[in-house]
DNA sequence: CTCATTTGACCCCG
DNA sequence: CGGGGTCAAATGAG
């Protein structure tokens, strides 16, 4: 059944992919009819086109994965939760501790005893997902104030911890209403070594709160789903009108950029697809200030809120919206973690045209949601 | 006062 | 046995 959804909710991103698609042709034709006046004018509307260009071939390389996704979900998405059986299944739980632990994992089938030990009593049954998040490339970097890592849900971290042969720790964040609505979403956040703005996001179940990033904040995404399973539909219908507006103003505000990886470093000739679509926030005036709550030492908790994101403080500020599906992102990174069978791997440079310090904010590809962990090669499809 | 983060300890699992 | 993930008391911020 799993499957079934997933290949529902990737159709779902596919519609608002289209969708932008759709909106980039209209902008794109409005373009064309364009008549400058003076020679810098139609450079500037030259340079324009090529944006719009640029994102038009990345939406559209987006939407044939997708849609191949889609066609082929069985083959291509390997759920990964609740593995039938579990090795473990048989190891009671002896100390009061490990009740507790077990409990993050499956705290909903708490009446259900001899169900719960059976269907997720281990750390790796939860699905998860990965991608990577890079903030903007700013003057802070070093900082280590960082946190673009708001994905729409609101997160509280629970622990942090070193991480053998990593430079920095890795924080772990489960979802606030883990309580009060069972929601069993955690994620955990880590910089990678080669790029301290670059965060490794592992996401680890799927939210069941309802508390999800309002909609009507004016900047909610597209696509990029940051919205649980049961806001699908929601989703679909804001997502596909609210887009509109949506990418309208993004694109009045938004530098939009495409970043070849060259096909050398993936191996794909034909593929100047392997792009990472990079969002650059016009000035937010953020950075100091605010958010960064977690100060120095590792990443923020939850959010920091570019001008446009209305909703307060740490909760839901479904900002980000990054449409940045890095398809081919793992060009750059040729990480691959063993552990994970892969990922979605988003980069969004946030280079930008901005001083903005926290100016790009990328965000990962809103497999929110989605019980499984794509287990291909992202560029593969495109050879 | 309430809620979030920090941090050391505990437990699971490879 | 050790690394990684989680808990929960202590502490801090609003």
């Known amino acids: 059944m ?40 139609a450079e500037a509307e030259a340079e324009l086109s090529k944006s719009i260009v640029s994102q038009l071939l990345s939406s559209t390389e987006k939407s044939i994965f997708l849609a191949k996704s889609c066609g082929s979900s069985n083959l291509n998405l390997q759920l ?12 009671a739980s002896p100390s009061p501790r490990s009740d507790m632990s077990e409990l993050a994992f499956k705290c909903h089938d708490q009446d259900d005893n001899s169900n719960k030990r059976e269907t997720c009593k ?63 979403a955690t994620k955990q956040v880590q910089r990678t070594d080669e790029d301290p703005a670059v965060f490794d996001v592992v ?30 539909v929601n989703n679909q219908t804001v997502g596909s009108n609210h ?12 530098t939009v950029k495409t970043e070849g990886l060259g096909p050398s470093s993936i191996g794909q000739e034909e593929a100047p697809v392997c792009n990472s679509i990079s969002f650059s926030f016009p000035s937010t005036p953020i950075g100091n200030g605010h958010v960064a ?7 923020p908790s939850g959010s920091f809120l570019p001008s446009f994101a209305n909703s307060p403080a740490t909760s839901e500020s479904n900002y980000f919206s990054g449409v940045g599906v890095g398809l081919g ?18 980069l969004s440079a946030a280079t930008s045209t901005t001083n ?23 560029c593969s499809f495109l050879s």
């Open 2 to 41: 799993e499957s079934a959804d997933s290949g529902n909710q990737i159709s779902i991103v596919l519609v608002s992919e289209l969708s932008r698609i759709h909106q980039l042709l209209i902008q794109l034709e409005s373009q064309i009819f364009k008549q400058p006046s003076t020679a810098t004018e």
């Open 80 to 91: 990964q939760g609740e593995p039938a059986s579990s090795p473990r299944s048989a190891s």
């Open 122 to 184: 281990k750390r790796k049954t939860l699905p998860r997902w990965r991608s990577q998040v890079r903030v903007g490339s700013m003057s802070m970097s070093m900082a280590g104030v960082e946190g673009p890592l708001d994905d729409g849900h609101s997160w509280r971290k629970y622990g942090q911890k070193d991480i053998l042969g990593a430079k920095h720790p890795r924080g772990y964040y489960r979802c606030t209403y883990r309580n009060s609505q069972g929601c069993l």
């Open 203 to 232: 996401y680890q179940g799927t939210h069941a709160c309802t508390n999800k990033s309002n909609p009507r904040s004016g900047s909610n995404i597209i696509s990029s789903g940051s919205n649980s399973n049961n806001n699908i």
């Open 243 to 254: 887009d509109e507006d949506y990418l309208n103003s993004l694109k009045a505000t938004l």
């Open 293 to 299: 709550s977690t100060a120095d030492n590792n990443f």
């Open 329 to 346: 992102g793992l060009g750059g990174f040729g990480k691959v973690d063993s552990d994970l069978t892969e990922v979605i791997s988003v």
């Open 356 to 378: 903005s310090p926290m100016g790009g904010v990328s965000v990962d590809f809103g497999f929110d949601g989605l019980d499984f962990e794509i287990d291909i090669d992202p």
